[in-house]
């Protein structure tokens, strides 16, 4: 029997997005992979927000039992400028939520790009700080981080998850 897992995450593992006014379904690789080891829940969508992911993991998480969550955040509350504070309280939220239901938490870091301005830079070391907080405790991993043995993107989260 497999095992059930949430993500919610931005265009990390985003199955399909928006092209010349057409939804485009493209087999996000990560979340094929995973789809084939576990029930996957995945909420992930481009601007997906910390204040929806957390209706998500209040909804979802009462009403069936995961085995691991991804969580990778951010990228739509810097689009919507989120405040950091919020963002911070309600990361904590989702993060007690499922520990509590003994969930196994994979934190990655969203990948932020052509951030330009002082403010959208302030608010991804922000980000940053709150993601590394949390490393401590959970499973983490960007494909930045090389203290394990981590090369491949895509095979370390399989990894992760056996």
Avoid: W
């Amino acid at each position: 029997m497999q095992k059930n897992m949430l993500i919610v995450g931005n265009t990390n593992f985003m199955d399909n997005e928006y092209q010349n006014g057409k939804i485009i379904i493209n087999k996000n690789k990560k979340a094929f992979d995973l789809s084939k080891m576990f029930n996957v829940d995945n909420f992930s969508k481009r601007y997906l927000t910390i204040e929806e992911s957390l209706k998500y993991v209040k909804t979802f998480s009462s009403k069936k039992k995961y085995s691991y969550a991804i969580i990778s955040l951010g990228e739509g509350d810097l689009h919507l400028k989120t405040k950091i504070e919020e963002f911070k309280n309600n990361f904590e939220e989702i993060i007690i939520r499922l520990a509590k239901k003994n969930i196994r938490i994979i934190l990655l870091k969203p990948n932020l790009e052509n951030l330009k301005s002082e403010e959208e830079l302030k608010f991804n070391d922000e980000l940053l700080e709150i993601y590394d907080k949390y490393s401590k405790d959970f499973t983490f991993y960007n494909d930045e981080y090389e203290d394990n043995v981590f090369k491949s993107y895509d095979q370390s989260l399989l990894n992760i998850c056996k």
